[in-house]
């Protein structure tokens, strides 16, 4: 009934993975293995407003990120809008792919999650970022993947502007040369648009791959929609893995919400293109 494609998928499925901690990974059939990376799909704080709401949609408050990025060691910082922050989390996942294209993740309860949380008031933020130990990582969320990457390049352009102390339209011209900007999601009502910037300062090498290859199958589309061009490759790798592994339409469909890695091409061209790409390790020989 959901995800993004829920008119050719109204059946649905339930499906259930044996976690292995000790290997750091789940069978997802027979050969067939999804390396565990666990973060908290769901971290943020309070809104500013009063009220109830639905907690699918992310926003400034942070939330229902679903950023695969988000795992052990890393920092999310987000704006804080009430007294004590109330931070909340929830929407534990083993593992998820760029895109999220089902709705589902890896799924799981995690038994324990350990936060150090830091109140910094000499930052000033407006959006959420998430920082690794080599990278920065902006985010745009709006329910038009080409404005949630518009949102999520300006965000970048903040971030290269306040690191090298250049002016807001020099960052932004950069911002297509240094960030590697994915998916990260097409179903939380807001999609979301990640970019990856290094530390460093130096560019960043996206594979942004048109064809399959050794590593990885690939499917391809550009568009001038990019919310159109996300939706025929996505759709292009359903099918892949039912041609190329034999799987069938849901486990298809599931695989590639849990395993996809979907990436952005050029920013500047006319029709953006959107890569997807399947890892070809997750086939193991037995």
């Known amino acids: ?73 890393t920092t999310l910082l987000v704006p804080v809008f009430v007294r004590g922050a109330l931070v909340w989390t929830g929407d534990s996942h083993a593992a998820q792919g760029n895109g999220e294209i089902n709705l589902t993740a890896l799924e799981t309860a995690f038994q324990e ?76 009502i807001k999609k979301g648009v990640h970019c990856i910037s290094s530390k460093d300062g130096k560019p960043l090498a996206a594979s942004r791959l048109t064809a399959e290859n050794a590593d990885y199958l690939v499917s391809y589309s550009a568009d001038s929609d990019i919310n159109k061009a996300m939706d025929t490759a996505s759709w292009n790798m359903i099918e892949l893995l039912q041609k190329q592994k034999s799987l069938s339409r849901l486990d298809a469909y599931s695989l590639a919400s849990i395993a996809m890695d979907c990436r952005i091409g050029e920013m500047e061209a006319a029709e953006k293109g959107v890569h997807c790409l399947v890892s070809k390790a997750l086939w193991v020989k037995r």
């Not at 990974?25 to 709401?53: D, H, K, M, Q, S």
């Not at 639905?54 to 408050?61: E, I, K, L, Q, S």
């Not at 008031?121 to 329910?143: A, N, V, Y």
Request: charged share 25%; net charge negative; hydrophobic share 40%.
């Open 113 to 188: 999650i350990v936060l150090t949380i830091t109140v910094d008031k000499t930052t000033r933020l407006q959006w959420p970022r998430i920082e690794t130990p080599s990278e920065w990582i902006t985010m745009g969320f709006d329910e038009d993947l080409g404005k949630a990457l518009a949102n999520a390049r300006s965000e970048t352009a903040k971030l290269l502007a306040e690191q090298r102390s250049i002016a807001p339209e020099q960052a932004l011209a950069l911002v297509a040369t240094t960030s590697d900007c994915r998916v990260t999601q097409v179903v939380d």
């Open 1 to 73: 009934m959901f995800g993004q494609f829920p008119k050719e998928f109204p059946e649905g499925q339930v499906k259930y993975f044996y976690l292995d901690a000790d290997r750091k990974i789940a069978e997802f059939a027979p050969g067939l293995e999804i390396p565990l990376r666990p973060f908290p799909g769901t971290l943020g704080v309070a809104r500013a407003e009063p009220g109830r709401y639905n907690a699918v949609p992310p926003g400034p408050f942070a939330g229902n990120l679903d950023n695969r990025d988000l795992v052990e060691g």
